[in-house]
């Protein structure tokens, strides 16, 4: 028996007394730290600068987040007044989160806005680390910056509309989802999946079935690339379904069964009731075409996405391009599109749990299911609808561009990265030639540093020229971003008041464009709040769009101290939620919105009448936005019999040129 002898391993010197130097894991994790702190940081400068130059933003959520501060009922239902006689069009999520800044900080600008702006952060985190974990720090930089900087999340972001809370929502639920197939520990597979239905339930919550629109991705994503067998994955899904359901349907449920005649009126419903809601005003109807709502043909500018730029534009795989939308959301597109094709085929061979690919499917299918609806629907939409589709733009950015840089020794690497890099330079061009004034060289430089990062890509790849390729990137990302950066940064630098905020900067929109298709074109129809654009003075100051009372301060203090000082349940009732809203803001008082947003039929004649009986309303204001009888924003036959009869019943005084009637004393 031979004995093998090794020889001592040997000796390491003593180490010195002086401190060691860090391992380049710990540098790297430092350096990740600080660039992440930079990206959140940069967002809150981008998102929360100037924020209270948009005063209240849109009056109608405004309003409602001021009564659910100061009353309870009305922060659960989402009441547009105090004493809770309608609600707003939509499901009250948005409203809970400002209703309870309000409350906690006092309402004001700050209060309504600041959570909004968080919300924007948050969701860049999210696309961050939900990139990260399936790539690098750095691809979860890129897909987090490119959402930042995208204009539409600098509009919702700095706006009180839902679109801000719904954008966080379905980010969050994608990124438990990617969680979820990372996991291969089933029970713990199970609570991602569950809390991912959880987080699309309170979006559901907060604007119903846009809420929804991703859930195929997620379920095809996690059916695809699950560390757990077919039949478990499947039961997951099943949980996550469920936890859909619960989530939403609580609220739903506690409206079903709380007495009607105890709660507000749900505005946009035909019968007040949420399923109307859901199936019609908010849900068929803004796929097919006008459902529900008091809405009727009036709005026939929007009947098959024929408005204007206001309005989205025609219907068509163009629309996301076209004059509104393009500027909105498109700076990018054609750059993620490239990174989804070319990242699934160079995971062709990838096994089935590949994580790359499972990512790309979950963005991908994200930003199609959504896109398509958008660009067909034929109800209601409005370009900052688009907001919904950044984060899935920026995770196909970030996953797909890391899938070709790891192949990029392959041409498909090369080339799917030049194409990306091409792509963003000539369609940033294309969108800043439409606004020709405004930065007249940018589109050139950044046509340009997006053609040499292509270059140096396509000729860095190997050998001595590899340094060339991580030059030629960060060349080519830097220019690809900074299109929608520069137009990120003009909006967040306007104040946006009304209900259809544009992004931009001056001579950004027109009506025309490749989605264009003309004007108007018959009533502008409302929906989502959603005014006429001629009504952002209400922001600043919260008077300036009631009817009659713009001509000076000295009308606007006299009738709001008339509201103040009524001592009545409801101050005052007028026609449409656009002018009860500001009345509300401006004398924090409840004042009754007849037809709710969109002509709702609520109240009728005998109730209005008893309510006037029984002294809860103190003057009448004649006419009225959003649901007016005679200034032809889709007004019904209730609304206008109401004020006939207010006419015939009673006198008249004049406030500014504002027509008032005194309804107390009325004994029938």
Avoid at 37 to 44: E, F, K, V
Avoid at 99 to 114: D, E, M, T, W, Y
Avoid at 125 to 142: E, H, N
Avoid at 194 to 203: H, M, S, T, W
């Amino acid at each position: 028996m031979t004995a093998v002898l090794h020889p001592a391993p040997p000796q390491r010197p003593t180490p010195t007394a002086h401190r060691a130097e860090p391992s380049p894991s710990w540098f790297r994790t430092r350096r990740t730290g600080l660039a992440l702190t930079i990206l959140l940081a940069a967002t809150a400068v981008l998102y929360l600068w100037n924020l209270t130059a948009s005063g209240y933003a849109n009056t109608f959520y405004a309003a409602a987040a001021q009564a659910g501060s100061q009353n309870w009922k009305a922060w659960f239902f989402g009441s547009l007044d105090t004493s809770n006689f309608i609600t707003v069009d939509k499901p009250p999520a948005s409203l809970w989160v400002m209703g309870l800044s309000g409350r906690i900080f006092g309402f004001s600008s700050a209060s309504l806005l600041v959570p909004q702006a968080l919300m924007g952060v948050g969701s860049v985190a999210l696309v961050y680390a939900a990139v990260k974990r399936v790539a690098t720090p750095a691809a979860g930089l890129v897909a987090g910056a490119v959402l930042a900087a995208t204009p539409a999340a600098a509009l919702m972001f700095k706006f009180d509309n839902p679109d801000a809370l719904l954008v966080l929502l379905m980010t969050l639920a994608g990124y438990f989802v990617i969680r979820a197939m990372c996991t291969a520990v089933g029970r713990r597979a199970a609570m991602w999946v569950a809390l991912a239905g959880v987080a699309l339930g309170f979006a559901f919550l907060t604007k119903m079935l846009q809420g929804l629109m991703v859930l195929p991705a997620f379920g095809a994503a996690y059916l695809t690339a699950g560390q757990v067998r077919l039949r478990t994955r499947l039961f997951y899904l099943v949980i996550g379904a469920a936890s859909v359901v619960i989530s939403a349907g609580w609220w739903v449920l506690a409206v079903w069964l709380w007495p009607a005649d105890s709660r507000p009126y749900i505005g946009g419903s035909t019968n007040n009731s949420v399923m109307d809601l859901v199936l019609g005003y908010n849900g068929l109807g803004r796929l097919f075409g006008n459902t529900g709502g008091g809405m009727s043909g009036g709005s026939s500018g929007m009947a098959g996405g024929s408005a204007g730029s206001s309005f989205g534009g025609s219907a068509g795989l163009d629309r996301l391009f076209g004059s509104e939308m393009g500027i909105q959301i498109s700076w990018l597109i054609p750059v993620a599109l490239i990174a989804l094709v070319f990242g699934l085929l160079a995971r062709g061979r990838a096994p089935r749990t590949d994580l790359l690919r499972a990512s790309l499917i979950l963005w991908g299918g994200w930003f199609l299911a959504t896109g398509l609806i958008f660009s067909y629907m034929s109800g209601t939409i409005h370009p900052y609808y688009t907001v919904a589709l950044a984060p899935a733009v920026a995770g196909m950015i970030g996953v797909g561009g890391y899938a070709l840089w790891l192949v990029r020794a392959r041409w498909i690497g090369r080339c799917g990265l030049a194409a990306m890099m091409l792509a963003a330079g000539i369609w940033s061009w294309v969108l800043l030639h439409r606004n020709a004034e405004w930065l007249p060289m940018l589109k050139w430089i950044l046509l340009a540093g997006n053609v040499v990062g292509a270059i140096l890509v396509l000729v860095g790849a190997k050998g001595r020229f590899r340094k060339l390729a991580v030059a030629g990137l960060i060349i080519g990302s830097l220019a690809g971003i900074t299109g929608s950066a520069s137009y990120a940064i003009a909006t967040a630098a306007t104040a946006h008041g009304g209900s259809i905020p544009t992004a931009g900067p001056t001579g950004a929109v027109s009506d025309s464009g490749m989605g264009g298709g003309g004007g108007m074109g018959g009533d502008q129809g409302q929906g989502d709040g959603e005014a006429l654009p001629n009504s952002d003075d209400a922001s600043r100051n919260p008077m300036a769009s009631v009817p009659g009372t713009s001509s000076g301060s000295e009308s606007t203090s006299e009738l709001t101290a008339m509201l103040v000082n009524a001592g009545t349940t409801w101050s005052a009732a007028t026609n449409g939620s656009q002018s009860a809203a500001t009345y509300e803001l401006a004398s924090d008082t409840a004042v009754m919105a007849i037809g709710g947003w969109s002509s709702d039929p609520a109240p009728t004649l005998d109730q209005f009448i008893e309510y006037v009986a029984d002294g809860e309303i103190h003057y009448y204001i004649a006419s009225g936005q959003g649901g007016s009888p005679k200034d032809g924003q889709g007004g019904d036959s209730t609304s206008s019999a109401i004020q006939e009869w207010v006419e015939a019943n009673f006198s008249s005084t004049t406030v500014g040129n504002s027509t008032i009637y005194d309804l107390s004393g009325y004994v029938g």
